[in-house]
């Protein structure tokens, strides 16, 4: 069976990277999904826009009678830098949304990056999006792996207004972990060079499922269909507003769940001992919790 499956995937490797030819059409679009972001979309947005994104496709994954991302990004739509997919009400379609996307937009585009509304990619060695894409390190590679830099609540109990990069400037220690027996930062989310054909969406949320060729920020090879690498932040990462607070942790993200997976599942990696995996536990954090929670 080993030998089956290796033979098997060579087979894919070698039919993927034959005859493979590169859009040129100069532009770079960004594929998210979101949920009860409307309190965070409009930094978002405005700061990749400022990097040099032509395009951000958001899919809507709201509640039908949920919040619109229309309302705070209204600008963004009507100038095009912005479209926003319904996919309101819909459940366990991330990587479905991932998926659609792609097929529908990868022809107009050099390469297409998919990542979350609490995470900004963060660039060391080039003055925009365009200038680090188009670096000859990545010429050879079909699809990038760039690790999170994963940052905690800073110990604040809850937003004050200010925008995510104002409140949260100390990331979490590099060697933090949850539930694996490495660190969070070796998570990875994916950028990918348009007009690929054989391209697959439906299984992780972090990375294709493909046999193209995959570095990570350095221009070093891995593995294109794992969604761990060891972090390295040189070159470019993710900062990962992971957490936020304990009220906004309560608020926003138990209210949103994930868009991977059902409600009990999304219950058992939100409760209050998986925040505190990752932040200092605090009488004054628990006793808000509480308070947080019964007035709910």
Same mark, same amino acid.
């Given at each position: 069976?080993?030998? *089956? ?34 309190? =965070? ?56 949304? =991932? ?116 570095? $990570? ?10 969604? =761990? $690498?060891?972090? $390295? ?55 808000? *919790? ?7």
């Amino acid at each position: 069976m080993k030998i *089956a499956t290796l033979i098997w995937e060579c087979l894919l490797t070698m039919v993927s990277r034959i005859g493979i030819r590169y859009n040129k059409t100069g532009k770079l679009a960004l594929c998210c999904m979101g949920k009860c972001e409307n309190a =965070y979309i409009n930094e978002w947005v405005e700061y990749h826009i400022a990097q040099g994104f032509d395009k951000i496709f958001i899919y809507d994954n709201n509640d039908v009678d949920g919040e619109r991302f229309e309302d705070v990004i209204g600008d963004y739509v009507k100038s095009g830098k912005c479209e926003i997919i319904d996919y309101r009400g819909r459940k366990c379609c991330q990587e479905e949304a =991932y998926h659609d996307c792609y097929l529908k937009n990868n022809h107009d585009y050099d390469w297409i990056a998919v990542f979350d509304i609490d995470e900004f990619l963060t660039l060391k060695q080039h003055p925009d999006i365009k200038a680090f894409l188009y670096d000859s390190r990545y010429a050879d590679f079909q699809v990038i792996h760039l690790n999170w830099m994963c940052y905690g609540d800073n110990d604040m109990l809850d937003s004050d207004g200010r925008s995510c990069q104002e409140r949260f400037p100390i990331p979490l220690p590099y060697t933090t972990r949850r539930f694996k027996d490495f660190p969070e930062n070796n998570h990875i989310k994916s950028i990918v060079r348009g007009g690929l054909k054989h391209i697959n969406w439906r299984y992780i949320t972090h990375t294709p499922w493909c046999f193209y060729k995959c570095c $990570n920020g350095e221009g070093k090879e891995c593995n294109v269909r794992s969604p =761990y $690498n060891p972090y $390295n932040f040189d070159v470019a990462y993710f900062r990962h507003y992971y957490t936020k607070t304990i009220g906004e942790w309560i608020k926003v993200k138990q209210a949103r769940g994930y868009g991977d997976m059902g409600d009990e599942d999304a219950k058992k990696k939100l409760g209050l001992d998986v925040f505190f995996m990752l932040n200092e536990r605090t009488v004054e954090k628990e006793e808000y *919790a509480r308070k947080l929670i019964g007035s709910l």
